[in-house]
């Protein structure tokens, strides 16, 4: 079990770009699936991307593959989320996620057990 804060959101211009990190508690940390999620107001929560615990295997959705970037430095317990090309359609409250054990399907948020509170992204167009 970890404990999760996250930083780096803000307020940015279309096209811009902002990282979050996602900074956790805990030994259990290095050996945990870590994900981001997004939900926007009155929209259902969604996958962004994950990583699997050594960083060997990363996933992203769709809708930000080719613009975002998940990567994690297990000596500073941190897993980060770089995103380029901001568009209006990220802006959301982005929550990251710690799951343990075999994780198969890294979208499905059913298997994290532990959440941060959120950090707002706001893109402006």
């Known amino acids: 079990q970890v404990r999760l804060v996250e930083s780096g959101g803000g307020l940015v211009q279309a096209g811009a770009s902002l990282r979050l990190s996602c900074a956790a508690s805990g030994r259990a940390f290095s050996s945990a699936t870590m994900g981001w999620f997004r939900q926007a107001p009155g929209k259902e929560r969604e996958f962004v991307a994950a990583i699997s615990w050594n960083g060997a295997n990363t996933y992203y959705a769709d809708s930000v593959k080719g613009r975002f970037t998940i990567s994690r430095d297990n000596a500073k317990n941190t897993v980060y989320l770089q995103m380029n090309s901001l568009k209006p359609e990220d802006t959301a409250v982005h929550r990251c996620?710690?799951?343990?054990?075999?994780?198969?399907?890294?979208?499905?948020?059913?298997?994290?057990?532990?959440w941060g509170q959120g950090t707002q992204v706001t893109v402006s167009s």
């Open positions: 996620a710690a799951a343990f054990g075999i994780v198969i399907i890294p979208s499905n948020p059913n298997p994290y057990v532990n």
